[in-house]
């Protein structure tokens, strides 16, 4: 009996395990500004950002359109658990780049450079800055 108990034990843990290693999160965020999303150029509006914990992609859902966009993140960086859920602009005069999500919990996945974003910056280093806006 008790090898029955440790073997249903250790399969219902499996089963958590492996139902939070394949979670996936939604987050709603509107843009006031259209960004380039990888190499898509997306309109200022309302989005969900899909995330799966397995997965270096991020799909961005244009909720007018219902347009998907998938983009490569890389790994998750530690951040403070109190770090705010957010995502994170990097804007060069008039066009912004995204840069960052912050997922909250402590986690965040970072998007490198696109080729216009690197041209922008080595044209114009000083002129950068960062616009964030809190996901709902």
């Known amino acids: 009996m008790k ?3 440790t073997a249903f034990s250790l399969m219902v843990f499996s089963l958590v395990l492996s139902k939070n290693a394949f979670s996936q999160s939604s987050d709603h965020i509107n843009v006031p500004f259209a960004f380039e999303a990888g190499s898509t150029q997306l309109p ?8 799966k914990s397995e997965s270096h992609y991020v ?6 359109t219902g347009k998907a966009v998938f983009v490569l ?3 998750r960086v530690a951040l403070p658990m109190s770090a705010p859920a ?3 602009f990097h804007q060069y ?4 780049f995204l840069a960052a ?11 490198s450079a696109t080729a216009m974003e690197k041209q922008l910056r080595g044209n114009q280093p000083e002129a950068s800055k960062e616009e964030m806006i809190a996901l709902k």
Not at 101 to 111: K, P
Request: net charge positive; aromatic share 8%; hydrophobic share 40%.
């Open 86 to 88: 957010k995502v994170v």
């Open 101 to 111: 999500i912050w997922e909250g919990g402590g986690s965040a996945r970072i998007f």
């Open 73 to 75: 993140a890389g790994d």
């Open 59 to 64: 799909t961005i859902v244009d909720l007018k």
């Open 3 to 5: 090898r029955k108990l």
């Open 93 to 96: 005069g008039g066009q912004h």
């Open 44 to 51: 200022a509006g309302d989005y969900l950002i899909q995330q």
